[in-house]
């Protein structure tokens, strides 16, 4: 079994700052690819930002320059640093992961996990 938690949303003013964290764990035995997704009221859930196991980092026009994300295979977590931010990035925030299940250092399979999401609320 995998788990995923996500931390790190909450209120914050426009202009102001967040970082959500997404740690996995389990039986664990290498994560692929890594990334942000969010749902705005009304909205359809949409891609922020992702990260491949090599570093390759891609974002949504609308937060490129303001949002960082990073992770740290050590602690199978990624992050998103989130700057500058608007009132239209009001949202829950989801951690997606493609985690390799593995046991006894052997790879069994993979499977798309999704965290249970955060609210980020951008508003003075």
């Given at each position: 079994?995998?788990?995923?938690?996500?931390?790190?949303?909450?209120?914050?003013?426009?202009?102001?700052?967040?970082?959500?964290?997404?740690?996995?764990?389990?039986?664990?035995?290498?994560?692929?690819?890594?990334?942000?997704?969010?749902?705005?009221?009304?909205?359809?859930?949409?891609?922020?930002?992702?990260?491949t196991?090599?570093?390759?980092?891609?974002?949504?026009?609308?937060?490129?320059?303001r949002?960082?994300?990073?992770r740290?295979?050590a602690?199978?977590?990624?992050?998103?640093?989130?700057?500058?931010?608007?009132?239209?990035?009001?949202?829950?925030?989801?951690c997606?992961?493609?985690?390799?299940?593995?046991?006894?250092?052997?790879?069994?399979?993979?499977?798309?996990?999704?965290?249970?999401?955060?609210?980020?609320?951008?508003?003075?």
């Amino acid at each position: 079994q995998v788990q995923v938690v996500e931390s790190g949303g909450g209120l914050v003013q426009p202009g102001g700052s967040l970082r959500l964290s997404c740690a996995a764990s389990g039986s664990i035995f290498s994560i692929n690819s890594m990334g942000w997704y969010r749902q705005g009221p009304g909205m359809e859930r949409e891609l922020v930002a992702t990260i491949t196991s090599g570093g390759s980092t891609n974002y949504a026009d609308s937060v490129k320059g303001r949002f960082t994300i990073s992770r740290d295979d050590a602690k199978h977590t990624v992050y998103l640093q989130m700057n500058s931010l608007k009132p239209e990035d009001t949202a829950v925030y989801y951690c997606n992961t493609d985690v390799v299940i593995g046991r006894l250092g052997v790879p069994l399979r993979i499977l798309e996990i999704w965290g249970q999401g955060t609210l980020v609320t951008v508003s003075s």
